[in-house]
Each structure stands twice: as structure tokens, then as C-alpha cells.
């Protein structure tokens, strides 16, 4: 900016002179490469720490920095006090969990609600269990029993429904059968492929980044799938039903 021959600055020196051309490429240059390089780092020396990055930024979902803040608020009750010798240790090993953390906490919500999703579609519709899941679910049953017992639990600590013992391959084959109705992509051969990594995530395991790939392209079709099916009126609510009763009245 300070140039021989030129003064690009205000004779108060308090401010630049209009049209000023090195001013206008400095600013050019803060705007769309110093700053948005500046912005970009700071997220990612943030994220590394386990702190809250920003928020706008590409770099990860909205749902991936949630679950991430998440298991940084998590994981902050189990470092160990300043003063301990194990304090450096144990962050250690809580660092080197949060890129794992962050993707099963993620895909957990995804499991949880596409799967209680179709549990209400099938209550909703009154679909009936197969001998198959009823025997599934009745052997969930006893084992979960078991352990009630063993435990010296007497009252209930699951919502005691059939249904609610199933996982999503089950629930799949109850909405609609091995080969999915009419033609389109089954939502059973889809949870059954899925049910290996889904297992993986709901016993707290860690996936390699192969599992990690298959349960992203798994559960973009699972949730497709039951998105579509929740969205569909029950046949009996149809317009044209409602319609009718109207006309009855």
C-alpha cells in the first residue's frame, strides 16, 4: 500500500483514497482467499481439540458436528482430575475415540429412529408378525428374562411388545415381505445387509472405515425407503375414503 510516487491514504491518514486499485486487490484478496483460509484452520485446529468449530463450514453435516459437541460434552466427565498422573493418559485415549464417537453417535440416531419409524407404521396398520418374527421375538423375550432374573429385577424395563423386540430386518420383513410390493427396491434385502454393521454400532463397537462405508450406503436406502412409507396415508384415511364418509353424512 505504500508505494513511491503515490499516497493511497487521506491526507487525516485516517482512511484510504477512493479507487485506490492496490486497496481494492488487497481487499479482494482478504475476502476470498486470506480469510476463508484463516476461517477454514481455525475449524479444523478446533474440531481436533474437541471444541465446537464453525458451524457453516463444508468441512462437516450439521448432524456430525452435533454428535461431535455431543461426545465432547460426554467425554469431559471422564478425564480424570488435573492432579492426576493418569490425566494425560486418559485424554489420550478419549481423543483418539471422537472421530469414532462421532460417527456412531450419528448413526445410532439414524438406527434408532428408522427403526421405531416402522414400528409405528406396523402398529399403525395392524400388520401381523410372521411364526418367524413371533419366535425371534419370543426368544429376545426369555433371554432378556433371563437376565431380569439373574438380576433380581422384578419389574419391567422395556415396553413389552412383540414388536419392540424385532430389529430392523424383521420389522423390514413385516412391512413388506422378502422381495418388497410392487417392484420396488426391497427395504428386507436392504436391512438384512445392514443388520451386521447395524450390530456393530448398537453394542457400542468400533466399525473399520469399509463398515463405516456400508452403513452410510445401506441406511441412505433404508431411510429413503421408510420415509416414503411413513408419508402414505393408511388405507382407510385415503382422501377419496374421507370423501366418501362425507357424502354418507
Known amino acids: 500500500m ?30 476470498e482467499k486470506a480469510l476463508p483460509k484463516i476461517f477454514d484452520t ?26 461431535r459437541d455431543l461426545y465432547a460434552l460426554a467425554s469431559g466427565e471422564y478425564s480424570p482430575d488435573a492432579s492426576s498422573p493418569r490425566r494425560d493418559v486418559v485424554d489420550g485415549w478419549l481423543d483418539e475415540l471422537r472421530d469414532d464417537a462421532e460417527f456412531n453417535i450419528a448413526s445410532y440416531v439414524d438406527c434408532f429412529l428408522s427403526e421405531n419409524l416402522a414400528r409405528r407404521y406396523i402398529a399403525e396398520r395392524n400388520l401381523p408378525l410372521s411364526d418367524r ?8 423375550r426369555q433371554r432378556e428374562s433371563a437376565k431380569k432374573t439373574k438380576a433380581n429385577l ?10 419392540d423386540y ?6 423390514a420383513f413385516t412391512v413388506e415381505g422378502r422381495t418388497g410390493n410392487s417392484g420396488e427396491v ?5 436391512a438384512i445387509e445392514y443388520a451386521p454393521v447395524r450390530n456393530v454400532v448398537g453394542h457400542t463397537g468400533l466399525l473399520t472405515e469399509t463398515g463405516k462405508g456400508l452403513l452410510r ?33
Not at 493511497?8 to 484478496?29: H, Q
Not at 441412505?220 to 357424502?247: D, F, Q, W, Y
Open 2 to 31: 505504500d508505494r513511491k510516487g503515490s499516497d493511497p491514504f487521506t491526507s487525516s491518514r485516517e482512511g484510504i483514497v477512493d479507487g485506490d486499485k492496490n486497496f481494492a486487490a488487497l481487499l479482494k484478496y482478504l475476502k
Open 42 to 67: 481455525w475449524d479444523d485446529l478446533r474440531l481436533k481439540r474437541g471444541e465446537e468449530g464453525g458451524d457453516e463450514n463444508s468441512r462437516k453435516s450439521k448432524k456430525q458436528r452435533k454428535a
Open 133 to 140: 418374527t413371533k419366535s425371534e421375538a419370543g426368544g429376545w
Open 154 to 163: 422384578s419389574y419391567s424395563i422395556r415396553k413389552n411388545k412383540d414388536i
Open 166 to 171: 424385532l430389529g430392523m430386518d424383521d420389522l
Open 186 to 190: 426391497s427395504l428386507t434385502r436392504d
Open 217 to 249: 450406503l445401506k441406511y441412505e436406502n433404508i431411510k429413503a425407503r421408510i420415509k416414503t412409507l411413513v408419508a402414505e396415508m393408511p388405507p382407510a384415511k385415503r382422501k377419496g375414503g374421507a370423501k366418501k364418509s362425507a357424502r354418507r353424512k
